[in-house]
């Protein structure tokens, strides 16, 4: 049996609270990452995706020009615009579950974390189709 611990990216970037919108933008940016697990003084309390950021800024008809929008984002924090309850899973779940759980919930990834709710990784979709190039490569 597949196991999500087998397939997950461990150690994923993570982002504090407290940090501003436009800082998450540009770690997301630099690490070319779409999702950041945000942590609460070290500890994992939720989560921000791109299309959470994209959702909280001010769309392209706003009569706001870009240093305003920018100042707006720079004072804004990623608590502003996170998911404090984001669905998770266990590292020792099926990746099946886990696959299901995705498909269910039209989700992009799962944080992963043990019983303690301490954050040890993260499932996206590019995961699970590595796993599943890797189980059906017949080479």
Same mark, same amino acid.
């Given at each position: 049996m597949q196991t999500v611990e087998q397939w997950m990216t461990r150690n994923p970037y993570t982002i504090e609270v407290d940090a501003s919108i436009i800082e998450a933008m540009h770690l997301?940016?630099?690490? %070319?990452?779409?999702?950041?697990?945000?942590?609460?003084?070290?500890?994992?309390?939720?989560l921000i995706t791109d299309l959470m950021i994209r959702s909280f800024t001010p769309g392209q008809s706003t009569s706001m020009d870009t240093w305003e929008v920018h100042y707006i984002l720079a004072k804004a924090t990623v608590k502003d615009a996170m998911n404090p309850h +984001?669905?998770?899973?266990? +590292? %020792?779940? +099926?990746?099946?579950?886990?696959?299901?759980?995705?498909? %269910?919930?039209?989700?992009?990834?799962?944080?992963?974390? %043990?019983?303690?709710?301490?954050?040890?990784?993260?499932?996206t979709n590019t995961n699970l189709l590595e796993a599943l190039i890797s189980m059906c490569d017949t080479k």
């Amino acid at each position: 049996m597949q196991t999500v611990e087998q397939w997950m990216t461990r150690n994923p970037y993570t982002i504090e609270v407290d940090a501003s919108i436009i800082e998450a933008m540009h770690l997301m940016k630099e690490k %070319d990452i779409r999702r950041l697990p945000v942590t609460c003084s070290g500890k994992f309390c939720g989560l921000i995706t791109d299309l959470m950021i994209r959702s909280f800024t001010p769309g392209q008809s706003t009569s706001m020009d870009t240093w305003e929008v920018h100042y707006i984002l720079a004072k804004a924090t990623v608590k502003d615009a996170m998911n404090p309850h +984001p669905l998770t899973i266990t +590292p %020792d779940a +099926p990746l099946s579950q886990a696959a299901q759980i995705m498909h %269910d919930n039209k989700l992009n990834g799962l944080c992963v974390t %043990d019983s303690n709710n301490k954050l040890v990784g993260l499932l996206t979709n590019t995961n699970l189709l590595e796993a599943l190039i890797s189980m059906c490569d017949t080479k």
